[in-house]
């Protein structure tokens, strides 16, 4: 039987046994079994804020836990549930516009035997480790990520309130994403974040064994979790960059689970009896951006006209088999309040981008697009559609793909691939914590943007949801499609091929959820 539809899908016959499989969390230990994983890459750290990328996602929440969780199941939602509920914090009480109190679950240990207290909690969201002027020097992402925080205040050894400098109402939301798991203050001031990156130790089902840069990370089961135990003796992930070759690994029974597949794939994988593909469309954007420092994309107009000339349907139908999910802006459903129902396409006019090209006085001189093979899926096919697409517009774009580990300087660079996780449920993320003032797209990368924009990017920031703050995000996605410092282009699918006998289901962000009540064999 086969579902399809455009928000999430999930492919075989199996998809009715998962249903009734994941009530039972507690595994003896003789039913475990190791996980093999086969993976597109690996981060450059398991420091949790610092793996945060396609690849490090996945890893670093087996090993970390946050404050409050986000139920990816809640109520029977299909992976892509919204609902907080609590994690290492039992309960939580607002007590103003800036802050949040929350009681600390007890008795729950770091994988180093160390109990975990509201000093922990403090370490992590304190300017020490996370925000503060010298903090981003080792955890660059630590300040795009956070609302305007102020130092926690540790009320007894399980009662910690965090605080913001100006008003925030995203403090509970901003604890359960990707910047919120909780790491061990003695350990991690111990080691500092770089040493911290490659010995990991949270309170996770899984415990750190092994990471080789390149190649694997390899966790094992964390058997004094606090919560349900772990289903797995083992979690293995291995980096097999060439899909195919992952394919090959899963039919040959070398792995569980493999990542990262396109449509294309889907026929291939469902071919073997005991083999099925499943997928969601995640909580991510596919995009390219510009380095805005090169004379030939610092006006808009250029920019502007490349944007114009994508056709994203075309790209999506050929592509993505018409599963991928085309925004309009950056505008996601799982935004709650500050997603906008109503909002218009983003806009294709070939006539119009080259009247764009003449005005820009672009000389044909060649423009590099740096991708990487294999990072992420069909970012080449697109790439070679779109070099089509722009050259019916009369701008000359050629390829340059890379292999991982390998950068080029940034005056060597004109235009790039990217995407963006969107760990938030809610429109800050990522107009704010990406193109927002002091973030990488205008200090490293050159977008000189309009004063409202920035000045917006501000108050929405502090602002409850409601009218307000909704019409202002709209006004910065006006100012951002206008601007074009970036292009979207479409919400993957993401595509994993799995053992029928592998009871587990894919969520809809870029990562894997493994605790007990996803993950169980037979």
Do not use: C
Request: glycine content about 8%; proline content about 6%.
């Amino acid at each position: 039987m086969l579902r399809i539809d455009r928000r999430n899908f999930m492919i075989g016959a199996g998809a009715v046994a998962l249903a009734s499989s994941f009530g039972t969390g507690l595994a003896l230990a003789q039913d475990r079994r190791e996980l093999r994983i086969g993976v597109n890459g690996l981060p450059n750290s398991l420091e949790p804020v610092n793996a945060i990328s396609n690849t490090g996602v996945r890893i670093v929440t087996q090993i970390f836990d946050t404050l409050i969780a986000r139920d990816w199941f809640h109520d029977g939602a299909p992976g892509n549930g919204t609902e907080l509920v609590p994690g290492l914090a039992e309960s939580w009480e607002r007590l103003d516009d800036k802050s949040v109190r929350f009681k600390l679950r007890r008795n729950v240990l770091f994988h180093n035997g160390v109990e975990m207290t509201a000093d922990d909690v403090a370490f992590t969201f304190s300017s020490e480790r996370l925000w503060g002027d010298t903090a981003i020097k080792s955890i660059p992402n630590g300040r795009n990520f956070s609302p305007d925080w102020d130092e926690p205040i540790v009320e007894d050894k399980y009662a910690v309130v965090l605080r913001t400098k100006t008003p925030s109402y995203l403090i509970e939301k901003i604890v359960a994403s990707w910047v919120g798991r909780i790491v061990p203050k003695d350990y991690y001031g111990k080691l500092g974040a770089v040493a911290f990156g490659n010995s990991p130790v949270g309170t996770g089902p899984y415990k750190f064994v092994e990471f080789i840069a390149g190649d694997r990370a390899v966790l094992e089961a964390n058997d004094a979790y606090w919560g349900e135990k772990p289903t797995a003796s083992r979690v293995t992930f291995q980096v097999v960059s060439e899909p195919a070759t992952r394919i090959a690994g899963l039919i040959s029974g070398e792995y569980d689970i493999i990542t990262t597949l396109t449509p294309d794939d889907l026929a291939l994988v469902n071919s073997y009896p005991d083999l099925e593909t499943r997928g969601i469309l995640i909580e991510n954007f596919h995009m390219f951006t510009f380095n805005m420092n090169q004379p030939v994309f610092k006006s808009k107009t250029l920019r502007r006209a490349m944007a114009l000339a994508v056709n994203r349907p075309l790209l999506v139908e050929a592509l993505w088999q018409n599963l991928a999910s085309i925004p309009n802006g950056l505008n996601f459903p799982h935004y709650g309040e500050t997603f906008d129902p109503n909002r218009r396409p983003l806009e294709y006019d070939v006539e119009a981008a080259k009247r764009l090209v003449k005005e820009s006085g672009y000389d044909g001189t060649p423009i590099t697009y740096r991708t990487m093979g294999n990072y992420y899926a069909n970012a080449v096919p697109a790439l070679m559609m779109m070099i089509e697409m722009w050259k019916e517009i009369g701008v000359n774009v050629v390829p340059e793909i890379y292999v991982p580990g390998t950068t080029a300087k940034d005056e060597d660079t004109w235009i790039r691939n990217w995407s963006n996780g969107l760990s938030l449920t809610d429109a800050l993320n990522t107009i704010v914590s990406e193109f927002g003032p002091g973030r990488a797209v205008q200090q490293r990368w050159g977008w000189d943007a309009p004063a409202e924009f920035n000045e917006l990017a501000v108050k929405v920031a502090q602002l409850p949801d409601g009218r307000e703050r909704f019409d202002a995000f709209n006004r910065m996605r006006d100012i951002f499609e206008e601007e074009a410092p970036a292009i979207i282009l479409y919400q993957p699918l993401d595509v994993y091929g799995a053992r029928k006998d592998v009871k587990w289901r894919p969520v809809s962000f870029e990562t894997m959820e493994l605790r007990a009540n996803n993950l169980s064999f037979g």
